[in-house]
């Protein structure tokens, strides 16, 4: 059984910067990636990065690609998101999820390739 767990969601101003962390529990783990989605009232969730587990490899929203990193400490079965230049089209829950059955069938960047998530963390950003 694998759990994931988020933190470190807020309330922030346009142009600040938050840190979301997704730590996992699990007897072993190592998944093929690990992503973060968003999801806004009424919309469908949405594709933000990815990230391989044990290669370097990230991907990004065009969205985006030059404000936010992710990261990860596969010994520590640890997740990052690194926020920068937020702004209120940001506002969304953020989720955590993990790719566990060897490679993503539709893409990086598709919900339903993810087989783990974890409970969401609310990021708002005023103007």
């Known amino acids: 059984q694998v759990q994931l767990v988020e933190s470190g969601g807020g309330s922030v101003q346009t142009g600040d910067s938050l840190r979301l962390s997704c730590a996992v529990a699990?007897?072993?783990?190592?998944?093929?990636?690990m992503g973060w989605f968003r999801q806004t009232q009424g919309k469908e969730r949405e594709f933000v990065a990815a990230?391989?587990?044990?290669?370097?490899?990230?991907y990004y929203s065009d969205s985006v690609k030059d404000r936010f990193a992710i990261s990860r400490d596969s010994a520590k079965n640890m997740l990052w998101l690194q926020m920068n230049s937020l702004k209120p089209d940001d506002t969304a829950v953020y989720y955590c999820?993990?790719?566990?059955?060897?490679?993503?069938?539709?893409?990086?960047?598709?919900?339903?390739?993810?087989?783990?998530w974890g409970q969401g963390t609310q990021v708002t950003v005023s103007s």
């Open positions: 699990a007897r072993t783990f190592s998944p093929f990636a």
């Open positions: 999820a993990a790719e566990t059955t060897g490679y993503w069938n539709r893409g990086y960047d598709s919900a339903q390739d993810y087989d783990y």
């Open positions: 990230i391989r587990w044990f290669a370097d490899y990230t």
